[in-house]
């Protein structure tokens, strides 16, 4: 199973660190991918750290390009979503899952998902 | 607009069979389609995995199909506890990162 934890509510312009535990899985073999939902929206795809065998290479998606960091430390299999310079448009709730494998291919998925972790962002 | 396209909404009766269709574009032809259902203030949960393929747990109720660059999730024999959102997701080799959702469809039983 993998667990969200840090959530809360920020100020715009502020900074938030989203950690994402993994457990019953050799976590250093697996991609990593956050995730978020704004409220009464879909599923929006933020970014995914691929395993160590895949040199643990990280792509995000452009909303949040040049904000938010994705790390991962397998030592303690966690995975870390640093987000910095909120705006009102991350609220939203954040959700961590395990890839199909140590990369994203054609064929991969997401499983298992955390039950979300909800970011606000507000002054 | 989100990449992969469903319908809103679709509704069924008890005891029939519903769709939802996943249509994508050039860019996803070719790779596969997952679903996920989500019920309200819970998280995604992986329905249907590489087109067709059911997690352990998962009740044959529920089938995928894929042909080109659309997919299909078909629910038969409706049951309450069916209500839920409903996602698909694939690989765009347009875009960095490649991951991509529809947009959800919402099922009213």
């Known amino acids: 199973q993998v667990v969200e934890s840090g959530g809360g509510l920020v100020q715009p312009g502020g900074s938030l660190r989203l950690s994402c535990a993994g457990s019953?899985?050799?976590?250093?073999?697996?991609?990593m991918s956050w995730f978020r939902q704004a409220p009464g929206k879909g599923l929006e795809w933020v970014g995914l750290i691929r395993s160590e065998d895949y040199g643990g290479t990280i792509d995000y998606a452009a909303s949040v390009t040049g904000r938010f960091t994705i790390s991962r430390d397998d030592s303690k299999s966690i995975a870390t979503l640093q987000m910095n310079r909120l705006e009102t448009d991350d609220t939203a709730v954040y959700y961590c899952?395990?890839?199909?494998?140590?990369?994203?291919?054609?064929?991969?998925?997401?499983?298992?998902w955390g039950q979300g972790a909800l970011v606000t962002v507000s002054s | 607009q989100p990449t992969l396209t469903q319908p809103p909404s679709v509704s069924g009766a008890p005891g029939q069979m519903v769709t939802i269709s996943c249509t994508g574009r050039y860019s996803t032809a070719g790779y596969d389609i997952h679903w996920y259902q989500q019920f309200p203030g819970t998280a995604p949960k992986l329905l249907i995995y590489?087109?067709?393929n059911r997690p352990s747990g998962v009740p044959d109720r529920f089938s995928g199909s894929r042909s080109g660059t659309s997919a299909s999730l078909a629910i038969s024999g409706l049951q309450a506890e069916d209500e839920a959102d409903y996602y698909c997701?694939?690989?765009?080799?347009?875009?960095?990162?490649?991951?991509?959702f529809g947009g959800g469809t919402k099922l009213t039983v």
């Open positions: 997701q694939s690989y765009d080799n347009s875009l960095s990162g490649h991951v991509v």
């Open positions: 019953g899985f050799p976590f250093g073999r697996y991609a």
């Open positions: 899952a395990k890839g199909a494998g140590g990369t994203y291919r054609g064929f991969s998925w997401f499983d298992p």
């Open positions: 590489g087109n067709n």
